[in-house]
């Protein structure tokens, strides 16, 4: 069965281990692209990181302009998009561009994000993997917060 799909960022710029949990998900015959958006958060990651990151970083970009055509963000996505900011303002922007760039291709959103709400849009159809668990010095600082005041 080929599935359009169009990979979220959360994906991407996920570690190895997760995107390896990513990559059994898409099938050979699935059609999957990253919406251009997505590009452009990862190149914003290689220029923000430090240099041992942002040569890793820089290799993962690379390996996505490689492997996965890059959907643009034309003007049925920019209607979609306009829809969602009227109906869903407090969403990101981001997010919101991946969903509407999904929807005014016809692509399913393959994610690990369940704080995007995408299930909240209109049209948007999801292929939901499981969340990466937290890291291990994440999970120290919330086992170190006082109650009520978890970090994220």
Do not use: K, N, W
Not at 31 to 60: F, K, N
């Amino acid at each position: 069965m080929r599935r359009r799909l169009i990979l979220d960022g959360c994906v991407l710029g996920a570690t190895p281990g997760q995107r390896s949990r990513a990559r059994i998900q898409i099938h050979p015959d699935d059609d999957a692209v990253v919406a251009a958006i997505t590009v452009a958060e990862l190149y914003r990651s290689v220029d923000a990181a430090d240099a041992p990151s942002r040569r890793l970083r820089g290799a993962l970009l690379a390996e996505v302009l490689t492997l996965l055509p890059v959907e643009p963000f034309d003007a049925e996505a920019a209607r979609v998009l306009g829809r969602f900011l009227e109906r869903e303002p407090g969403l990101a922007l981001y997010d919101l561009m991946v969903a509407a760039t999904a929807v005014s291709t016809d692509r399913f959103v393959l994610t690990t994000d369940r704080r995007a709400l995408f299930e909240r849009l209109p049209g948007v159809r999801c292929v939901p993997l499981p969340e990466p668990p937290p890291s291990a010095a994440r999970a120290r600082s919330r086992r170190r917060a006082a109650p009520g005041t978890a970090r994220s």
